[in-house]
């Protein structure tokens, strides 16, 4: 049997999937301060020309330029795993397969995007590109993604991040980026909260607002982001389409894809090009996973809402926690966002995708149980699906349903391993966020 | 153009090569401390019979048993990819090519060793593993392979390590192994040490005896080397069979092989499948790198030594800076050896396989421009190839020479950031090991 299948490089998908020219209804626009919808002008101040039509398009096949392929090529076609020995540890009669995004020099999905938007920043004369980062997975792949087309890259790191997580930095700097403890001294925002407070830590809202007025505020700057919206879930279907071919060399269709569900573009990438099967009739069930902390679609209200939690962006329809929800300190840095993507969300509130949270010590024990079976050590971010795709696999053990289960593994742990520590030492927690904080919070947005 | 060239999973090698079947002479046997040779017997207290037969052999093929085949099978057989991205920017007109070890679990070639010793082990009754481990790399691959076989495995790691890299540490204790910092209080030697200096910050020397003295005084207890011996070669080279098999796929064949030099495992990993060619007359350079720092290989003298720096073990015939050298602290790790494997040594001094010794400095720029170019983030062991690789080509750019030559990415650095942190301060040295320091060690050994 076959353990790793790989696909030629010269299959490699030469087209992005969108996921709207199938859904049962148009996606909702998102809405300015006066409730009207934004259009693509509103965008021009901080994305290249090409991101906004993607932004907007209902195409269902879009072309992957030659050179962004090329740079994909570094890595890419991923393999697809068939996780033998955790369905030998767990004694289930299902099949579980996994696509293994850990593989890019980045180590996660995230450059998937990233190129794509390096790319079309510098055909159309950027010279600098501005982002925000967390733990650092998005900055460190616009790093790698902003070398390659020789692109100024400056990265917004929360400033306790920052202070806490050196050896992504450190990634981000040995790929050129310029990283910047937030708030800095750079932005008027970055200066209003040193004023008030110059032991100011940080948070994603603060690095999220100077990135946006540093990039507003250049003509040669953009403003580039990781996760949520159309174009980035656009960009990462090249998963999901590598996974289908993937799994049909060895003769195999799954009946339920599980990915970790943050801010969309995990679950999008590799769920949505089975959405088109789906679409078609297709019976397979797909499935996000998040955080019990940070239950948007199993907890959220699926109504308009900001995208960042200053309140600057336009209003998007989507499951949300309320956008000054403040996320607990959990280690899956990637899936701490109030909402979810306006796509995932719509397909969720119709009924076609499903969703699922998971508590915080449960994924860090699937995440050492997949360890010591299939060997990888994943991302905590991944770690929600494997802990997802354990649940059914033993389910089906007590039911004797032979299923075929995939799921992707986002990325690897490495620079996670003092998330891994406070597992071992029990300090992690399993924090379920209230119901009350969620209604308290929504209650102030304006109703469209 | 294909970048990376995929081996079929059913391709991959059934066989180790061994090189002792075609060296022109019999290597030079171990002695003990009467200067007479040393038999099996004296290796059983600490091996297994199939490891020490295996270091004895001169038979050219060795099956690879089926169970560890099925397990290398987790990420083998590695690609091996042309660096076209690195070419561009050296402007040469070489082909290079790179054999990618770091997509093993542990991040480097070392698991191709560490899951044949846990193997024979545990078919001989064995319960428990002991080894040493400086920066990590050999124990988390011990640990990896020890938890495959439901071994338990013990790691000395010397005490500076211990507290400065607590991500390799925690690497291994993800896949069960049992990490103490050394010296420890469970051994004699380590109870000598703390006796005298309860503040020892531990050494490698130290670590290896303590391991040694657990092993050898415990029946169902074994130790386990990661280089420097011939069974550790022996297991690496499938390395070498199957780049020679991936470079017929595309029709290259290599006119240099390059490899990072410290205790051998690296370079005769690579560099011996290709020797069966050269020793068959093709035309085809083996080449070593060192540090300047530790130039076992360009500076040392062939001589009998021990392979410890305490005088425990047998001695062998190899390029030594004699056993008492102390390796000044740079950051490969790996490459602080004062020793080099017999193989590796003998082959060097019959003028077979070539040596070259490179700066720290130097192979921390050839590691970024690597990064900045292929994306990986490189080991700094691995820098070294890479520095001697991009001398090379730049050599061949004035020339005009189209030369194809073949490196050992042998690992990834994701936990050696800390290392390029230091490179981008400025911090590094390039430390020339002084001749005369090596001179004063060598005098004071046996001769035989």
């Not at 301060?33 to 021009?44: F, K, N």
């Not at 925000?132 to 020789?150: K, R, V």
């Not at 403890?181 to 948070?203: E, I, Y």
Request: glycine share 10%; net charge negative.
């Amino acid at each position: 049997m076959q353990k790793k299948i790989w696909l030629p490089e010269n299959e490699m998908p030469t087209h992005w999937y969108n996921v709207v020219a199938d859904m049962p209804n148009a996606p909702a626009p998102p809405l300015g301060p006066d409730g009207q919808p934004v259009g693509p002008d509103a965008l021009s101040a901080i994305f290249p020309q090409a991101i906004i039509e993607q932004e907007m398009s209902a195409e269902r096949w879009i072309k992957i330029p030659d050179e962004v392929r090329e740079k994909l090529l570094l890595w890419r076609p991923t393999p697809l795993v068939r996780a033998t020995e955790l369905e030998k540890a767990l004694g289930t009669p299902c099949k579980i397969f996994f696509k293994n995004e850990a593989v890019s020099p980045a180590g996660s999905h995230k450059p998937n995007s990233a190129i794509p938007q390096a790319y079309y920043n510098k055909q159309e004369g950027v010279k600098r590109l501005i982002t925000e980062t967390g733990a650092g997975q998005w900055g460190s792949s616009l790093a790698l993604a902003g070398n390659m087309f020789d692109l100024d890259v400056r990265i917004c790191m929360v400033k306790v991040s920052y202070d806490q997580k050196p050896y992504r930095r450190l990634l981000m700097q040995t790929w050129g980026g310029n990283v910047f403890a937030s708030p800095t001294d750079m932005t008027q925002v970055g200066r209003d909260v040193l004023t008030k407070d110059p032991d100011s830590q940080g948070s994603l809202g603060i690095a999220i607002a100077e990135a946006v007025e540093e990039a507003g505020g250049n003509p040669e700057a953009n403003y580039a982001l990781g996760s949520v919206l159309n174009h980035v879930l656009l960009h990462q279907t090249i998963i999901g389409q590598e996974a289908k071919k993937q799994l049909e060399m060895v003769g195999e269709y799954p009946d339920m894809v599980f990915a970790p569900s943050g801010g969309g573009s995990n679950l999008g990438g590799l769920a949505f090009p089975f959405f088109a099967d789906k679409a078609a009739g297709k019976d397979v069930r797909l499935v996000g996973v998040e955080p019990t902390s940070c239950p948007s679609l199993t907890k959220g209200e699926y109504t308009y809402d900001y995208g960042d939690s200053s309140g600057l962006t336009p209003m998007m329809k989507m499951y949300t926690l309320g956008h000054d929800f403040m996320p607990p300190g959990i280690h899956a840095g990637g899936l701490r966002y109030h909402g979810q993507s306006a796509l995932v969300s719509q397909l969720h509130h119709e009924g076609l995708l499903e969703a699922m949270a998971v508590g915080q010590t449960e994924t860090f024990e699937a995440g050492v149980l997949f360890a010591r079976t299939e060997g990888i050590v994943p991302a905590p971010e991944s770690n929600h699906a494997i802990a997802a795709v354990i649940q059914e696999a033993l389910r089906c053990k007590e039911t004797g349903e032979a299923k075929t289960l995939l799921f992707n593994l986002s990325g690897h742990g490495h620079f996670d391993m003092s998330s891994y520590d406070r597992f071992f030492k029990g300090e992690l927690e399993d924090y379920e966020y209230p119901e009350e904080a969620i209604k308290a919070s929504l209650a102030t947005l304006p109703k469209f």
